[in-house]
């Protein structure tokens, strides 16, 4: 069993900063792209930012230049640096990574977190 822990979230105001925190833990044989998405109130879930295990990132639009993925191998963590935060980025932010585990044979699984809250206030 793979699980994935946030941590980070809380309440900050417009133009202030957060990082969140994302460790996976369980059966884990290697970890390949991981991501953080969000969804705000009445929305769809959205990818905000996505690394693969090379460190390759890519980015929202709406976060370029304010927000920085990267992630650490070793302790199987991926980290969101957020920076002039908005108003707009409120959401639920929630961590996502592609595991290579085993279960009943060898397979890549896809693990959600279970969020964690950020609230911008203006």
């Known amino acids: 069993q793979v699980q994935l822990v946030e941590s980070g979230g809380g309440l900050v105001q417009a133009g202030g900063s957060l990082r969140l925190s994302c460790a996976a833990s369980g059966s884990i044989f290697s970890i390949n792209a991981m991501g953080w998405y969000r969804q705000a109130p009445g929305k769809q879930r959205e990818l905000v930012a996505h690394i693969t295990s090379g460190g390759s990132t890519n980015y929202a639009d709406s976060v370029k230049g304010r927000f920085t993925i990267s992630r650490d191998n070793a302790k199987n963590t991926v980290y969101l640096q957020m920076n002039s935060l908005k108003p707009e980025d409120t959401a639920v932010y929630y961590c996502?990574?592609?595991?290579?585990?085993?279960?009943?044979?060898?397979?890549?699984?896809?693990?959600w977190g279970q969020g964690t809250l950020v609230t911008v206030s203006s």
């Open positions: 996502n990574a592609d595991v290579f585990t085993y279960r009943s044979g060898w397979e890549n699984l896809g693990v």
